[in-house]
């Protein structure tokens, strides 16, 4: 399993960007599809952009389609979240997550990080 931490969540104003981070050790990350997952309070945890092993694909959830952008950095191990426009409705904890195979569901995600809470003021 590849150990998975986030970083760069934090307290802004709608309209504004924030762009987080997501640090893998223990296995290479490039034999693995990441994705970033959401969850806010009282709500099932939902998929938000997932990127494929070279950065060459890419899929977003409709509610976040020309706001986020999500890319990769192999070299570094490291893949991101590059949101703007943040909505109040953008307010959850933010997961990273790895997969060897392509999906959009959490069941398809076998890595988890421990989350970083985004929270967008009105």
């Known amino acids: 399993q590849v150990q998975l931490v986030e970083s760069g969540g934090g307290l802004v104003q709608a309209g504004g960007s924030l762009r987080l981070s997501c640090a893998a050790s223990g296995r290479t990350l490039s034999r693995y599809a990441m994705g970033w997952f959401r969850q806010a309070p009282g709500k099932e945890r939902e998929f938000v952009a997932v990127i494929g092993w070279s950065g060459g694909r890419a899929d977003y959830a409709d509610s976040v389609k020309g706001r986020f952008t999500i890319s990769r950095d192999n070299a570094k191990n490291t893949v991101y979240l590059q949101m703007n426009s943040l909505k109040p409705e953008d307010t959850a904890v933010y997961y990273c997550?790895?997969?060897?195979?392509w999906g959009i569901g959490p069941s398809d995600f076998s890595s988890w990080g421990q989350g970083t809470q985004v929270t967008v003021s009105s």
């Open positions: 997550a790895g997969t060897m195979v």
